[in-house]
C-alpha cells in the first residue's frame, strides 16, 4: 500500500558528507512521523533522527551537530544531510514513516529497504 524508496547511499572518505533521501508513496493520506535508522554490522538497529509533521527533528546524541534531518511534506520525502562523516557512520540506513493509509483510520508503520553507506579512514 505504502513504500519507501532511498537514495543516496555510497562510499565516502572520514570528514566527508553525503546526503541521503527517501520518499514515500501509495495509498497515502497523511504522515505523521518519518526519520532515519541504521544498522552497523553486528549491531542493533538505532534511531538516527526522528521528524513529527510540524515538529524539530529529534537526534540520536551521537550524530548531533553533524547530522541535519528534514522533510518535505508536500513531496512526502525526508532526507538526511550528513557532514563531518566518520568510520563509525558506517551503516545500512533505513527510512521509516509512520503513515495514515488513505481510507483507513489507523497508522501503519513502514520501512524502506535501506542503503548501505560505508566510510572509510
Known amino acids: 500500500q505504502v513504500q519507501l524508496v532511498e537514495s543516496g547511499g555510497g562510499l565516502v572518505q572520514a570528514g566527508g558528507s553525503l546526503r541521503l533521501s527517501c520518499a514515500a508513496s501509495?495509498?497515502?493520506?497523511?504522515?505523521?512521523?518519518m526519520g532515519w535508522y541504521r544498522q552497523a554490522p553486528g549491531k542493533q538497529r538505532e534511531l538516527v533522527v526522528s521528524i513529527i509533521r510540524g515538529g524539530s527533528p529529534n537526534y540520536a546524541d551521537s550524530v548531533k551537530g553533524r547530522f541535519t534531518g528534514s522533510r518535505d511534506n508536500a513531496k512526502n520525502t525526508v532526507y538526511l544531510q550528513m557532514n563531518s562523516l566518520k568510520p563509525e557512520d558506517t551503516a545500512i540506513y533505513y527510512c521509516n514513516a509512520l503513515v495514515v493509509v488513505a481510507g483507513q483510520s489507523t497508522y501503519l508503520e513502514v520501512w524502506g529497504q535501506g542503503t548501505l553507506v560505508t566510510v572509510s579512514s
Open positions: 501509495g495509498r497515502i493520506f497523511s504522515i505523521n512521523t
